[in-house]
């Protein structure tokens, strides 16, 4: 069985679609690095009229560099340090993995019957972060994100793009795991079997995990 699992509010407690469970990781950036932090939100990740897309998408979305559209925003915010130093501030904040969700993950691995991929919107610098330093390669067999496949996750070429590269056929109906109902949403309509995660008992409870975890 191949079962994904999303990175941000799943494998990650820190931003979640339920604005009641986040955690954000500037939280204290002004008081760290001098960042007005709604200036950073307004110019970095949110839309207007004349910028439909957020720099923050472009970049998820594989069309942008990271550090390249942080260097255009961050001298608007008060910051006066470089985009490496940001990054590394951010990638280690933001790195909060959710114990309860890994310790399932590790029990899923021991059996030859699973086979665990990461599926996440994400740019390329924090996806080498997560794979390398935070140790997802330690636990997962592959990690698909946007900025990869080159389209955000909504998008149902996001899911089509994994469903070509792994071979998965519409009988297989592969496990995903996701906070926000949206991709749970379109991750069915192409054949997933996508469910609404809120907590690592949502996994635990599943039925179609119960002979490897009960």
């Not at 954000?24 to 910028?51: N, Q």
């Not at 997933?192 to 179609?208: L, N, S, Y």
Request: aromatic share 12%.
């Amino acid at each position: 069985m191949k079962i994904f699992f999303d990175v941000d509010g799943v494998l990650i407690d820190g931003w979640h679609a339920d604005p009641a469970r986040r955690k954000p990781w500037d939280a204290t950036i002004e008081e760290d690095l001098g960042v007005d932090r709604e200036a950073f939100g307004r110019l970095f990740f949110a839309k207007s009229a004349e910028r439909p897309v957020s720099p923050m998408m472009e970049c998820v979305s594989g069309r942008r560099d990271l550090k390249d559209a942080l260097a255009e925003v961050l001298p608007e915010t008060g910051y006066t340090g470089t985009v490496d130093d940001f990054v590394a501030y951010w990638f280690e904040k933001d790195s909060n993995l959710d114990a309860d969700v890994f310790d399932i993950v590790a029990r899923l691995a021991e059996s030859d019957d699973t086979q665990l991929y990461v599926a996440t919107g994400q740019e390329h610098y924090r996806a080498r972060h997560l794979w390398d330093d935070l140790g997802f390669s330690r636990h997962f067999s592959g990690m698909f994100y946007s900025a990869k496949i080159g389209c955000l996750k909504h998008e149902p070429r996001f899911f089509e793009a994994i469903n070509a590269e792994l071979g998965i056929g519409p009988e297989e109906k592969p496990l995903f795991f996701d906070d926000t109902p949206r991709i749970v949403e379109q991750a069915n309509a192409v054949g997933w079997d996508a469910v609404h995660f809120t907590g690592a008992h949502v996994i635990r409870d599943h039925p179609r995990l119960a002979r490897y975890l009960g």
